[in-house]
């Protein structure tokens, strides 16, 4: 059943569907300058976890040199500041003349996602400063909260998984059954 208002293969129709497809590509023209900036500003930060038992992450953060970017006169980026501290910045990307409004920067990327909009932006290394790309996903906001306590790397169950462990991760439990009583319970 039709539920479009407009009979199929009408002109009408048909010049719908032209200025829907006008309107992705002009979008997508967008996020390639997004990323084209992204690539030609980013400041790597390696931030090094180690852990108890010496394994060490290198996270690969990126954030932006938004004083360059200032003195470049880089387009669509919005809240960019001279001298103040990156991850001090809200930064938006201007698309008022695509009436998408002003999203956060971060969330670019996934503009052209289905349903974008209804799902929240998770941060996989838990830095919200960060800019790179790969550590950002959309998903429902109980998995973005469950992405807290995740032990994250490979304990993570996550469909997209967590890159280090969550804030409120802990290890483990700090009283665990004695072995030879799990030893007596499995036999």
């Known amino acids: ?6 009979p199929i293969g009408s002109d009408i129709y048909i010049s719908f569907f032209k200025i829907k497809r006008g309107m992705q590509a002009k979008i997508q023209r967008k996020i390639d300058y997004y990323i084209d900036k992204i690539m030609e500003y980013k400041i790597e930060r390696d931030i090094v976890l180690e852990y108890e038992d010496r394994t060490t992450i290198n996270l690969e953060c990126w954030e932006l040199d ?7 006169g880089v ?42 909009n209804q799902l929240t932006l998770s941060h996989l290394d838990h830095m919200s400063w960060c800019v790179n790309p790969m550590h950002h996903c959309l998903e429902s ?11 994250g790397c490979e304990l993570c169950r996550h ?9 409120y991760y802990m290890g483990e439990s700090s009283i665990s059954i004695p072995l030879y009583i799990l030893n007596r319970l499995n036999n």
């Open 159 to 167: 469909r997209v998984r967590c890159i280090r462990p969550g804030p």
């Open 75 to 116: 387009k669509y980026f919005r809240g960019l500041k001279a001298n103040v501290a990156f991850a001090d910045l809200h930064l938006q990307y201007d698309l008022r003349p695509e009436n998408l409004g002003r999203p956060g920067i971060r969330r670019v990327p996934f503009l052209l996602e289905e349903n974008a």
């Open 141 to 151: 906001l109980d998995d973005n909260k469950g992405r807290n306590g995740c032990p």
């Open 1 to 6: 059943m039709n539920t479009f208002p407009i």
């Open 66 to 72: 938004a004083e360059r970017m200032i003195d470049d």
